[in-house]
């Protein structure tokens, strides 16, 4: 069922997205990633399953991460929010992101963006997180393509590039 939301009751919201102070009018009931992808042209998040259980629309929000279908555009006046595409320009995932191109670690790349977000967040917590507890963090994103086995791979490389580089 499409929702047509010209007749749909607006709402006046203030937040930064990627650094970026935005003012809008968004419908009330449009989810957060409809709006950061169709308003605001940031296609990098996915919506996969509208329920929450997939994680291909992960975003961060006031610093956590979270899923962008299960949040009104409404909700993010006065958050923080950042999309794949500001963490990517912030240079905080390029460990990730090589670690995940040398291990093979995306395919078709619908489920990468929420898999650099999530690893990012976990990486951030837990200095060295172990192969059980990446996959245990990871298990909200579903990937259809890799089989997990690489992307916990690529985690792991990344946690012990991020160990080197912090001399732990």
């Not at 957060?32 to 961060?60: F, K, M, N, P, Q």
């Not at 977000?117 to 579903?142: F, K, M, V």
């Amino acid at each position: 069922m499409t929702v047509d939301f010209a007749q749909e009751a607006r709402v006046r919201i203030e937040t930064r997205v990627n650094g970026r102070t935005i003012r809008a009018e968004v419908p009330a009931r449009l989810s957060l990633v409809e709006w950061l992808r169709d308003e605001l042209g940031l296609t990098g998040s996915h919506v996969g399953c509208e329920h929450g259980v997939c994680g291909a629309c992960t975003i961060v929000v006031d610093g956590s991460c979270l899923r962008g279908c299960l949040m009104f555009a409404a909700q993010a006046d006065g958050c923080d929010v950042e999309t794949i595409e500001g963490a990517v320009a912030s240079g905080r995932l390029a460990a990730l992101q090589e670690a995940f191109y040398r291990h093979a670690a995306l395919q078709c790349g619908f489920c990468t963006s929420g898999m650099l977000l999530t690893a990012a967040e976990l990486l951030a917590r837990e200095r060295n997180p172990g192969r059980q507890r990446i996959r245990e963090e990871l298990s909200g994103n579903y990937c259809r393509c890799t089989g997990y086995q690489s992307i916990v791979d690529a985690v792991e490389v990344a946690a012990r590039a991020q160990q080197e580089e912090n001399g732990s």
